[in-house]
Every structure is written in structure tokens, then in C-alpha cells.
């Protein structure tokens, strides 16, 4: 029997075939007034350097939810997210946020982009590794790898919802994560316009080996990614 495909048997594939996140039997539950309600129950799945993966489930299935247990938002209440080899349930919230600033990007439904900078400035204002003309820079060059040079001096509210979206995924790469979450971030978009900003994305795994993790209610662009998972009863299986 061959061996299976995440095994580092050949090395110098070794790089592709391990898992830069282990989501390994999560639990969620939240408690409001006097009810539980359990979110999550033992939910596994793998996210590769490179590698996009959808996300579908019904409205209320949790994944939100996970998608802030991934971002170091949230703690689970049990069970293991390995990031880069290190457990994120383990972490303390300092060590959390750290990873969250320097490792992850998250773009969510609303662009959240600050209303009174510039697309250009908001960029720059996400770039902690840099400062001065460097910063300058790497502002244009991001927003150009996301197709939107053309707006970077217009205010947030002069931009077209995916217009905003790309310029929100640019924010999200400010400081070069190796993992991106998006959460339903075409929601308010036309259908074209939900293809032009996944292909963004997609581009940008691509090109910079970024692993993605995207929710969306769309069958249609679920099956774009590389590998799609669904969210139900709290367990996350392949679609
Ligand atoms: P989805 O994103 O799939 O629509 P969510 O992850 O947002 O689902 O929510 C899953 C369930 O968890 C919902 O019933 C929601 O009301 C509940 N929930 C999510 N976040 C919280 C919270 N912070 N406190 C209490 N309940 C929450
Ligand atoms: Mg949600």
C-alpha cells in the first residue's frame, strides 16, 4: 500500500506535505443565561501551506465559530489547534494575539476598513514591520497584487463593495501571514464581483503559499477550492 500523502516519506517534499494548521477534535460550547449551546463537537481538519479550503454550512452551524478559534480569538473548550506546531489552546492571550497580528489575516463580511484613511493608508497603518518609504512601499505593492492600485487614494466609502473587500484582503496580508481566513467575505457582492475578489485570494495563495480557510454560502464558489469541507451537527466533514 502506498504510503499516505501527508507521510514525509519522500524529504524534500516534506515542506508541501506538513499541515502549517491541525484542527484536531475541537469542542465549542457557549453558555447564554441558562443554556449551552455546543457549537462545535470534535471537529478535525487539516489547512496546507498553499492550499485553499472552503467552508459551507447552514446559517448558524458553527462557523464563525471556528473561524475564531482558528484566528486565536476564541479558546475551545477542548481538543487541539496546532498552528505551525504550536498548540493554540495552550497559548496565553498575549502569545495568542501575537501569532494573530504576525502569522494570521482575517477579512470578514464587512470590509472594516477605517472610514477617514485611505485604501493606501489603511494598509500602511496595518504594516507593523516596516516603517518610512519601506512602509510606503509595501503599501502600493500589496494593493497592487490585489488589482487595486487604481483606487489607493480614495476614501473607504468611494469604493465599490469588492473594490473595499480587495483592499480589506491587502490589510489582512500587511504582515505577511502564512494563514488566511476569510468569512464570508463575498456576501454582499454581485456574482462577478465575487469572482474577481476569491480569484484575488486564490492568487495570493498561490503566489505567496498562503494557506486559506473560506466560508461562504455559495456552492458554486465553495467548489473553486482546492479542498471544501462542510460544518454539520458540530463536525466538520469533506463535501
Ligand atoms: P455561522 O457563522 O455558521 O452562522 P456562528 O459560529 O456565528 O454560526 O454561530 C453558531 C452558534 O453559536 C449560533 O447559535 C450563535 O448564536 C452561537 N454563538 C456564536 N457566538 C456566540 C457568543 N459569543 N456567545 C453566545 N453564543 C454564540
Ligand atoms: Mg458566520
Known sequence: MPPPPSAPA????????VPLVR?????????????????????????????TVSLVGVSGSGKST???LLAGLERADSGRILFA???????DDSARADLRAHRIGIVLQNANLIPFLTSRENVELAITLAD??????????????????????HLPRRLSGGEAQRVAVAV?????????????VTGELDSAGAEELLEAIFAVSRERGVAVLFVTHSDGLAARADRCLRLVGGEVHPR
Open 132 to 153: 518610512g518609504p519601506q512602509r510606503a512601499r509595501r503599501a502600493r505593492a500589496l494593493l497592487s497584487e490585489v488589482g487595486i492600485s487604481h483606487r489607493a487614494d
Open 10 to 17: 519522500d524529504s524534500h517534499n516534506r515542506d508541501i506535505a
Open 85 to 91: 506546531g504550536a498548540d493554540l489552546t495552550e497559548l
Open 172 to 184: 489582512a496580508l500587511a504582515n505577511e501571514p502564512s494563514l488566511l481566513l476569510a468569512d464570508e
Open 66 to 68: 471556528l473561524i475564531s
Open 23 to 51: 484542527v484536531d477534535g475541537v469542542s465549542k460550547a457557549f453558555r447564554t443565561g441558562g443554556a449551552t449551546r455546543q457549537v462545535l463537537r470534535g471537529s478535525s481538519f487539516e489547512l496546507h501551506p498553499a492550499t
